[in-house]
């Protein structure tokens, strides 16, 4: 249950009603101007240091400075009181601290300006900037990073609705919500350390605690400083400090691309000058509590109640005020961005599209509405029958049954224009309503086919064309916003490409699109290509990759893309690209693969893999090496005697005890007509001899048609790399032919 004491162990209801009187005291010294306001600052635990003014800096580090020229820093530019850019000029606590320390050090420094932080994050990854002022050192970070010693030190603190209880600590919670901007220090460690609550991400600190306020959330983790600014600045005070968090204070500092190690020593030195009166100054310029000195209160009771209620119901007012035109910036933002993403697909559809009101005047005519019907100046606000010759009245009637709730269309009209020329047409018009559900007008689409009946008749005979055209028709196209990683649009063909219908396919995000390895690839190919647009964002490049995609049923197919980027009227950069299916290619690609490295009638590896592996294989971890040679006796009497069938069917039967002998990493190759050869990596001559008498004794007997299966070996084995592969292939083949001598000696000396 919520505990009536704060930690002071004061009654709630004390605490209510000091508030209370300290609002109303405020508010009459105001009215009478007759009160004493002084600044009380914000007090923060702070590093101290010397007091001298300039820092002296070594003859390498001032060369090295001359050689950076100013120093280039980004910031966050939405980050009161800390730091904000307004009007281009760089304001807040740590601008204050940043310019002090610079000026100590005679160093020149020039503000790069940013969108946001996450734009700031990116000029220093990819090295627009030298540094980050103000930032908390991460794991992640320090990846790109390296930090300068901490200048700013402000303890974390738990923001909470007043009814909430006062938290000792976040473990012994269940399930509640947190609260902070994304893309922070604080947000990684509160996902590592305390995975069991739940995280909501805002835009910006205003909109954490809004978040609590509004109970979207339970708590809000920001830093003492921001609390008391924002508490105080938006008059939240329905709200409260509801505990601390030890070991979770924020020590700032400033963030250097790594590569400039000179340069955080630099720094180090300035920040050392910093003292802590200088600090406590920055901080009581930008975040102070005011109090006013005490008056008697009999004297004024009746007319601070009175205030007080005013000020109440003023405070209130004014909050809802804000909240319903947050959500009108919200709407209005959402709303031109869909009209924005509309107008960009309705024009780079092939299908011409035109919005009528009830008049049957135009609200909206795209481009290629106007060209597909020749209709000069601009048509808005112009009636339909004044652009359109009237004897053709198919769609004048067609928006005449739409103004009365009908839908019609047609899949192969003819439509004349004024000079007589006519264009094939299909078209729909149905009507379009108004938030009351009554009729707005007419909405009619009209796609041009005149050149796709031209080539279906010219395509007629030809059935390859005819699966050309369908396999064009079944291209995907797809918008991806690249900061989000997840599709804002995907049309209909999907389905026919992988099987999901397009809800099922948005759903999805560019991880869950891809296979793992796919993933990666592209995931490595991102940094440069974005890096390359954003340096020219009005000349954006088609790229290409294939990849592979998971299908509904479980399968995998390769695609291929064609993208470009752009930026959204967010100023959020986002892919646009086709997708097309190209498994076919992919398995003729594979098959060609294979027949460039098999032997056509064995199946074995072919001479050209095997010389291509054999620097791979000659290496010392596949030391001992043995290389076997093979040479197939009586090929050319038993193709001479009785056919090549019969030769074909020998050399077949002797790769198969070849392969059989074979482990998966050995290598066995048809190199000749009747020759083979064996790479067993980490194989003793002694070893290679045993493989070789299996092999003789599994074909001792053997025989194809009439003729009996003898095969001729010799093997050496290297255990070094004094000895080349071209004088093992030697050795082998001079231990082949005197075995193969030997053996026909044997057998014509048993025959006689």
């Known amino acids: 249950m919520p505990s009536p004491h704060d930690r002071t162990g004061l009654p709630k209801r004390a605490i209510t009603i000091f508030l209370i009187c300290c609002i109303v005291v405020l508010a009459v010294l105001l009215l ?66 940043v310019h002090l320390i610079f000026s100590r050090l005679q160093v020149p420094y020039r503000l790069v300006p940013t969108r946001d932080w996450d734009e700031s994050l ?101 830093s003492l400083t921001m609390a008391a600014y924002v508490i105080r600045k938006e ?159 198919f769609l004048s009637e067609a928006i005449g049954r739409a103004l009365d709730g009908i839908v019609s269309n047609g899949d192969e009209d003819t439509y004349c224009h004024f000079d007589n020329s006519s264009v094939v047409i299909r078209w729909e018009c149905r009507p379009w309503f108004l938030v009351d559900g009554s009729i707005g007008g007419a909405l009619l689409y009209v796609e041009d086919i005149s050149a796709r009946k031209e080539f279906e008749k010219r395509l007629q005979s030809s059935e390859e064309l005819h699966r050309l055209l369908t396999e064009y028709s079944s291209d995907v196209i797809w918008i991806l916003n690249m900061r989000s990683r997840r599709f804002t649009y995907i049309s209909p063909a999907v389905r026919q490409l992988r099987g999901y219908s397009v809800a099922e396919a948005i759903g999805q995000d560019l991880q869950q699109s891809l296979v793992p390895d796919s993933y990666e690839m592209i995931m490595e190919r991102f940094p440069a290509v974005l890096r390359e647009f954003l340096a020219h964002p009005k000349e954006p490049k088609t790229h290409y990759a294939q990849v592979q995609q998971p299908c509904r049923d479980g399968s995998v197919i390769w695609v291929e893309f064609s993208m470009k980027y752009r930026l959204n009227g967010s100023g959020q950069i986002e892919a646009v690209g086709v997708s097309r299916n190209i498994e076919e290619r992919k398995r003729a690609e594979r098959e060609i693969t294979y027949l460039s490295y ?90 290679a001899a045993r493989v070789v008498s299996g092999i003789e004794e599994r074909l001792r007997g053997k025989r194809v048609a009439s003729s009996s299966v003898s095969v001729s070996f010799g093997w050496a084995t290297k255990y070094d790399t004094d000895v080349s592969i071209a004088k093992l292939f030697k050795t082998a083949e001079d231990m082949m032919y005197r075995r193969k001598r030997s053996e026909s000696n044997s057998r014509t000396a048993q025959h006689t």
């Not at 303890?155 to 609705?161: E, H, M, S, W």
């Not at 697909?345 to 599209?353: D, F, K, P, R, Y």
């Not at 791979?616 to 005697?641: C, E, I, Q």
Request: aromatic share 6%; net charge negative; glycine share 6%.
């Open 598 to 687: 098999h032997d056509q009638l064995t199946g074995l590896f072919n001479r050209r893999y095997y010389e291509e592996n054999l620097l791979r294989y000659d290496t010392a971890d596949r030391f001992p090496l043995t290389l076997v040679m093979a040479d197939v006796n009586g090929l050319k009497h038993a193709n001479d005697s009785e056919g090549h069938d019969v030769g074909d069917a020998l050399l077949t039967t002797v790769a198969r005890e070849l392969e059989r002998a074979c482990r998966p990493e050995d290598i066995v190759a048809r190199i000749g007509g009747d020759e083979y050869v064996m790479l067993l990596p980490k194989t003793t001559s002694e070893e």
């Open 122 to 222: 990116e000029a220093a990854k990819d090295g627009r900037v030298h540094l980050l002022a103000f930032l908390n050192k991460t794991a992640e970070r320090e990846r790109w990073l390296d930090f300068t010693d901490p200048y700013f030190t402000d303890p974390n603190v738990l923001i909470t609705r007043t009814e909430h209880p006062f938290i000792t600590d976040l473990a012994a919670l269940s399930s509640e919500t947190v609260a902070l901007p994304g893309g922070t220090s604080m947000e990684e460690r509160l996902r590592a350390e305390h995975p069991h609550l739940k995280i909501l991400l805002v835009p910006n600190e205003a909109d954490a605690f809004a978040a609590v306020e509004q109970k979207r959330a339970d708590i809000a983790l920001r």
């Open 32 to 97: 009478l101007l007759a009160f004493d306001r002084r600044p009380v600052p914000l007090k923060l635990p702070l590093a101290g240091g010397s007091s001298q003014e300039t820092v002296s800096l070594s003859a390498e580090e001032r060369e090295y400075l001359r050689g950076l020229g100013p120093v280039l820093i980004a910031v966050d530019p939405d980050w009161e009181p800390y730091e904000q850019i307004i009007a281009g000029q760089y304001r807040g606590i740590a601008a204050d601290l």
């Open 235 to 393: 008059g939240l005070f329905n709200l409260k400090i509801a505990g601390q968090m030890p070991g979770y204070a924020n020590s700032l500092r400033m963030g250097v691309v790594k590569g400039h190690p000179m340069l955080v020593r630099i720094l180090n030195k300035g920040i050392a000058t910093l003292t802590a009166q200088e600090i406590q100054q920055a901080v009581n310029r930008h975040v102070s509590i005011e109090v006013s000195t005490h008056i008697d209160r009999k004297s004024i009771i009746w007319a601070s109640v009175i205030l007080t209620i005013l000020i109440g119901m003023g405070s209130v007012w004014i909050v809802l005020l804000k909240r319903i035109n947050r959500r009108l910036v919200a709407q209005e933002l959402a709303l031109r961005q869909s009209q924005q993403m509309l107008g960009y697909i309705v024009e780079h559809l092939n299908t011409a599209v035109a919005v009528l009101d009830r008049d049957r005047r135009f609200i909206y005519v795209s481009r290629l509405y106007t060209a597909l019907f020749r209709i000069p100046g601009n048509p808005e606000h112009r009636r339909f029958d004044d652009l359109h010759d009237t004897h053709q009245a």
